[in-house]
């Protein structure tokens, strides 16, 4: 029994399911303690505890303290088993989080499984749907996990009622994962995705893109979608030769449409600053996937605690060389070895 402590680093839900995904591929039984311990509601919400009941289901793993509040977990993973799930966060919770989790373990298998989630799509404290189509899945298929996602229907906090599918096919064999340059730019366009609010906010979002990145109008593009809730998120995105980078921004009630655009635009502005390839956010979550293939580097534009906690806790799971190296202010080099 390994024993995690979830207080550590970053000492969020990141612990807690990288230790669950981990623990699924490698068949090792985890003890996590103090999970969520430094936050205003600590122990698990509904999404972790999706989480977890989802990375049940697919191992038949022998789980304690599976209850929303929980702060230590234990988890005894059994045979990973593909097939057809259904996971439902029952909040605005992300579905995109219990999406990484677990597809790691189910692209080790030989078949193929199909998802159903349901609960939040597009919130401000995980990746969107749309970071995971147009920037995390495309780095997936270098390192060999082929995913086909579709979404049906969108869900923005506080609502909910997001409803998309993954289909995970068996992993295949990859050379080892190496992203030093992002290439030339080959396209940019900023998107505007809303439902149940005003057409002009997404226009002035658009407008005040423009007078900082200068943008023809068919790379300019406005989704109206229906969905259980209000909504409002802008996405930028930057497709480069060897890299797709997406930065966003929520809309809330209480912040302006020209505040929306500008924290979407720092984003942008700090990553064109520097010359590594990988944004933060995506930083720390190629990492389980890589230690799970072949390893690797790649560059990246922060260390952020995120990254950092994400080494610790594979480290502690795995017989992996990881380091990260200075190169600049805005540019540090991470190897991964297996």
């Known amino acids: 029994m390994i024993i995690i402590d979830g207080s550590k680093g970053e000492g969020g839900g990141q612990i807690f399911r990288s230790s669950l995904t981990l623990a699924m591929c490698l068949g090792k039984s985890v003890r996590i303690e103090n999970i969520r311990a430094g936050r205003k509601k600590p122990g698990l919400l509904r999404q972790h505890l999706t989480c977890l009941k989802a990375a049940q289901a697919i191992c038949a793993a022998d789980v304690s303290g599976a209850d929303l509040g929980s702060q230590e977990v234990i988890f005894i993973p059994g045979a990973l088993k593909p097939g057809e799930y259904h996971f439902a966060v029952g909040s605005a919770g992300s579905t995109t989080l219990v999406f990484q989790t677990i597809f790691p373990a189910l692209a080790m298998l030989d078949e193929s499984s199909e998802l159903l989630f349901e609960g939040g799509t597009h919130n401000g404290m ?16 270098n390192l060999g996990y082929c995913v086909d996602v579709d979404i049906e ?15 995970i096919h068996p992993k295949q064999d990859a050379p080892v994962f190496d992203l030093l340059e992002r290439g030339v730019v080959l396209s940019q366009s ?26 023809a109008p068919e790379q300019q593009h406005l989704r109206f979608v229906e969905s259980r809730g209000p909504g409002n998120i802008l996405s930028l995105r930057l497709q480069m030769q060897n890299i797709s980078e997406v930065f966003e921004s929520i809309g809330e009630r209480g912040v302006s449409a020209e505040r929306v655009a500008q924290n979407a635009m720092i984003q942008v502005q700090q990553y064109l600053a520097s010359e590594a390839p990988v944004g933060e956010y995506l930083a720390d979550q190629l990492l389980i996937p890589m230690a799970l293939s072949q390893g690797g580097c790649f560059r990246t534009t922060a260390k952020s605690e995120h990254l950092v906690t994400n080494i610790a806790v594979i480290r502690q799971l795995m017989d992996v060389d990881i380091s990260i190296e200075k190169l600049g202010s805005a540019d540090y080099l991470v190897s991964l070895a297996v």
């Open 190 to 215: 900023a998107v505007v995705t809303q439902a149940k609010i005003p057409a002009h906010v997404a226009r002035r979002e658009l407008a005040c893109i423009g007078r900082d990145w200068p943008l």
């Open 153 to 167: 229907a969108y869900g923005f906090y506080p609502a909910g009622g997001g409803r998309w599918r993954a289909r």
């Open 126 to 141: 995980a990746p969107s749907y749309d970071f995971i189509r147009e920037c995390f899945l495309p780095r997936m298929q």
